[in-house]
């Protein structure tokens, strides 16, 4: 099921040996929708001597990632990321709009909705709200410039009733309360 306003949160971790993830859909409010999370994966000895240098990728985009994906329920407008590693299988596996998502520490731009361009390629700094500094927005590569636009442009319309980046607190503190159990 696809949900009208709505951001798909994904964040896959590597910590002391194993693997993890955990996704998270919000309304433009930041009332969750879906959320979903793997089990941590600690691959044996001889799985690190098969994969090789590929374990790694596999675990993260072909185990964790796609596992993700398939599980969610509300199907998201747009999936965030926070890493840049993860934007390419994110947008071919999520078969919707993605974009990595991070602060910034320029100085905020003129109004919001305002756009520059950033160091990375594929990168723009967008001032989302009128206080914050611009976040960091990149694109898989070959994403058309109006697709970016209007990714932007549903990021700024997000920011009137939330805070953009802190879904990503809210999964890591899961993650924490995971551990917990």
């Known amino acids: 099921m696809a949900a009208s306003n709505s951001l798909g949160y994904i964040i896959v971790d590597g910590v002391e040996g194993q693997i993890r993830g955990a ?9 969750p929708l879906d959320f979903r999370y793997t089990d941590p994966i600690r ?4 799985e690190r001597v098969l994969y090789g240098s590929a374990l790694d990728t596999y675990l993260r985009e072909d185990l964790v990632l796609q596992s993700l994906l398939g599980a969610v329920e509300v199907k998201p407008q747009l999936w965030l990321c926070n890493d840049l590693d993860l934007l390419v299988p994110l947008r071919e596996t999520g078969k919707v709009r993605a974009a990595f998502l991070a602060s910034s520490s320029h100085a905020p731009l003129e ?3 305002n756009i520059e361009s950033a160091a990375e390629p594929n990168a723009v700094l967008l001032q989302a709200d009128a206080v914050s500094a611009p976040l960091r ?14 990714a932007a442009e549903f990021l700024v319309e997000a920011a009137k009733m939330m805070e953009l980046l802190e879904p990503f607190g809210r999964i890591q503190k899961a993650f924490l309360s995971l551990n917990e159990d």
């Open 23 to 31: 996704s998270l859909v919000v309304d433009f409010r930041g009332i």
């Open 111 to 113: 109004a919001v909705g």
């Open 137 to 150: 927005v990149a694109f898989p590569p070959n994403t058309k410039p109006d697709e970016a636009q209007q």
């Open 43 to 46: 691959p044996s000895r001889l």
